[in-house]
């Protein structure tokens, strides 16, 4: 199989005389005329010499990025690759490793189905990893871009019809030729989410029945999302959705959502809590979501609670809410006396739905009898802890400045993304600190769009993961973009993840160690910043992240991985034997205050290949 090539730019360390390289380079041309016209790289280098030029990034800006790199000498690439990473079988094309039932079954695990344990995470110990790349389905095309994509997306690249044909009466999605269309419907939506969302907003008599309130209401939590058109119609509200839904029996549902580039997730509400902080959202949503709320005294609503800000809303669209026969009426009425002792209030009533806010403070709560349940949670209980924690069974109350408050604190959207929150405090960072961060992300992403432009298709991004989050600064930084931002707190910064909420942005928490909850080729770009050092650090292998971040990336999608130079330095031998090699650039970024002692920056493309390109090579 032919080696494609890689660049390395690194001009402060080619230390050879311009003599020494026309030496080398011009015996290289000699012996290697097939790949590329004698003379050339000298020139270039000749010119650089004058310029202050590297002449490879002129190159790559030309597109003449296929150059026989495997042909310089060691002294230049300082490596040879010898190993490489298999392929996996075509079945594997959609594998969540995870999120794998094959795996459940393989494992013999003991899981209560009835609580859909078998729908959390399993992740397979070390031994059972495929550690191979996976392939594209057959016929797989780049993904029509944003906005187009909301309302159409190729049938090759998620060649599954078996929703269009289950919900062919709810208007869910229509298979067309080569497209599968989303007409915007929804099961308690058949005229549109549009004009769903639209009277939701009347109920809750906002402004012009816009559901965005004046900018006060922007994080939303759709469980049970289907193919998310619900989220999809809010974004034109500058309203942000996390959309999710269990790998369960309408199993593609959110790939569907990741295809069309709508803010979405995988994830269950059974044992354990939701990898998203306290207070992170302002309304939740279920629209015949098929969940037993009343399930172990109410936990499922506690979860929500937990999740929602001081006077969030739950808008339950569903059954229970508006049928007249026994069995939905008892169900309604025990769901109306628990959130009636969780101190939660109906504000609204109409047709098919209900929608009850949560008090503003703590006032309710604490006026309760006692021994009332579900009791407040103890105050050693941390609100935040979210990753792998058990759902509590209990009512988590707000932190002593939002029960003075009487709300969240925070400013209307969009200038809550720039106004230090509240909770600040919390996590011991300083108004300055929060001003500073944002403005160094700025001029981070300025750089890293300069070198990025020269081969970047207009509107190329969409679907966008940062895996090291922090405050939310790198998000913050792509607000005139369009695109959305999946913001990662690892598990060792997880109480940061609540300022990026708090900003107006979107995110969970997540442990690099292992694979995340997505299908495979869900996003545009991946942004890795002292990832890479972070999992070294606790003994993690650097392979698995990089066979992992492959399988999230789409075909011609990029990777930013800014980290210490020995790490990037083992990182670019990778480069080839994970296609990422369409194109690259390593670069040494101006210090900032958040730099570590020293820092590069290494940006690769990912090719598009498919299983049939590989046999055939």
């Known amino acids: ?52 030029t590297d002449p490879v990034i002129r190159r790559f800006a030309s597109g003449q990025e296929d150059l026989a790199y495997e042909a310089l ?23 969540i490793p995870c999120l794998d039932r094959n795996l459940i079954y393989q494992l013999k695990l003991k899981l209560n189905l009835t609580l859909m344990e078998h729908y959390e995470r399993h992740c397979p110990p070390s031994e059972r990893r495929y550690n191979c790349l996976i392939p594209p389905p057959t016929g797989y095309k780049i993904p029509i871009r944003w906005p187009a994509s909301r309302d159409e997306v190729w049938k090759s690249n998620i060649p599954h019809t078996h929703l269009a044909q289950e919900k062919s009466d ?64 809010l974004l034109s509200l500058d309203i942000i959705s996390m959309s999710l839904a269990p790998n369960d029996v309408h199993q593609n549902q959110i790939q569907f959502a990741l295809e069309r580039g709508i803010p979405s997730t995988l994830g269950v509400l059974s044992t354990k809590r939701l990898p998203f902080p306290s207070r992170s959202f302002e309304l939740a949503h279920c629209s015949r979501c098929r969940i037993d709320w009343l399930q172990r005294d109410g936990i499922l609503l506690l979860e929500l609670d937990r999740l929602l800000r001081p006077g969030g809303y739950f808008v339950y669209s569903s059954p229970e809410a508006y049928a007249h026969d026994p069995e939905n009426r008892r169900i309604w009425n025990a769901m109306y006396d628990l959130l009636r002792r969780m101190c939660w209030r109906v504000v609204s009533r109409k047709e098919q739905t209900v929608i009850w806010a949560k008090p503003l403070s703590n006032s309710c709560y604490l006026k309760r009898n ?5 009791l407040l949670c103890s105050s050693s209980d941390d609100p935040d802890a979210s990753w792998n924690m058990l759902m509590k069974p209990c009512i988590t109350a707000y932190s002593t400045k939002m029960h003075r408050e009487k709300g969240s604190g925070l400013a209307p959207w969009p200038r809550r993304l ?39 298709i207009n509107a190329s991004f969409r679907n966008v993961m940062d895996m090291n989050s922090n405050l939310g600064g790198f998000a913050a930084a792509l607000k005139d973009e369009d695109v959305w931002v999946m913001n990662v707190a690892p598990v060792n910064s997880s109480s940061r993840l609540k300022i990026v909420y708090d900003r107006g942005l979107i995110g969970t928490v997540h442990d690099w160690c292992e694979s995340f909850s997505t299908y495979p080729r869900t996003y545009d770009l991946l ?4 990832v890479f050092s972070e999992i070294e650090a606790r003994g993690c292998s650097l392979e698995d992240l990089l066979i992992e971040m492959d399988r999230l990336l789409r075909p011609n999608g990029f990777v930013i991985i800014r980290d210490r130079p020995s790490i990037v330095s083992v990182i670019r031998k990778y480069l080839p034997i994970l296609k990422w090699d369409g194109w690259s650039l390593e670069v040494e970024p101006r210090i900032d205050s958040l730099s570590l002692n020293e820092e590069r920056v290494l940006i690769a493309r990912k090719k598009l290949w498919s299983g049939e390109d590989v046999a055939n090579t």
């Open 170 to 233: 709810q208007n869910w999605m229509v298979v067309n030729g080569d497209k599968i269309k989303f007409p915007g419907g929804g099961t308690h939506f058949h005229y549109g989410a549009d004009k769903y969302i639209s009277s939701i907003a009347g109920m809750l008599k906002f402004p012009a029945d816009n559901l965005n309130n004046r900018g006060n209401i922007r994080n939303v939590l759709d469980v049970g999302c289907g193919v998310a058109s619900f989220g999809a119609y």
């Open 370 to 374: 006692s021994g009332i349940h579900p």
């Open 418 to 456: 720039t106004v230090p929150p509240p909770r600040l405090e919390e996590i011991h960072v300083s108004p300055n600190e929060f001003e500073e961060d944002t403005n160094i992300w700025h001029y981070r992403i300025t750089d890293y769009w300069k070198q990025i432009r020269p081969v970047m």
């Open 527 to 530: 942004h890795a910043w002292t």
């Open 1 to 52: 199989m032919k080696q494609t090539s890689e660049i390395i730019v690194n001009p402060k360390k080619l230390k050879y005389t311009l003599f020494g390289l026309i030496v080398f380079l011009g015996l290289i041309c000699l012996h290697y005329n097939s790949f590329f016209t004698p003379g050339s790289l000298v020139d270039d280098y000749a010119a650089a010499a004058n310029e202050g």
């Open 73 to 95: 000498p060691d002294k230049i690439h300082n490596f040879q690759i010898s190993k490489s990473i298999p392929i996996c079988d075509m079945k594997h094309s959609e594998l």
